[in-house]
């Protein structure tokens, strides 16, 4: 099971609490989490990757092992501690402003 903590948007918009498992199948890589969290939770369709281009939205940002994953390719594999559930993806929200 890969753990997925989600910023506070979207875990209201989800109806969840503050960690996510999901079951991926190998390779796990951001664009398997996505789906797969998209999959089970499609009102976040849309949030974290556009609808057309399926690009990272621009104020989310990735990270997992204390890494900012966010560009990384959506392909790559992700650390294995994610991929064997240790460690968990986690998606922030990026603060911006002056």
């Keep these: 099971m890969i753990r997925v903590m989600l910023p506070q948007h979207l875990r209201t918009l ?3 609490g503050v960690e996510v498992e999901l079951d991926v199948q190998a390779p796990v890589t951001q664009r398997t989490v996505l789906d797969a969290l998209e999959a089970r939770y499609p009102m976040l369709c849309g949030t974290i990757r556009d609808h057309t281009t399926l690009e990272r939205r621009p ?8 890494e900012d ?11 294995e501690s994610v991929a064997s559930g240790a460690e968990p993806l986690l998606i922030i929200g990026a603060i911006a402003g002056g």
Excluded at 59 to 66: D, I, N, S, W
């Design 14 to 16: 989800a109806h969840v």
């Design 59 to 66: 104020f989310l940002r990735f990270f997992a092992c204390e």
């Design 69 to 79: 994953l966010s560009h990384e390719s959506p392909d790559a594999p992700l650390p």
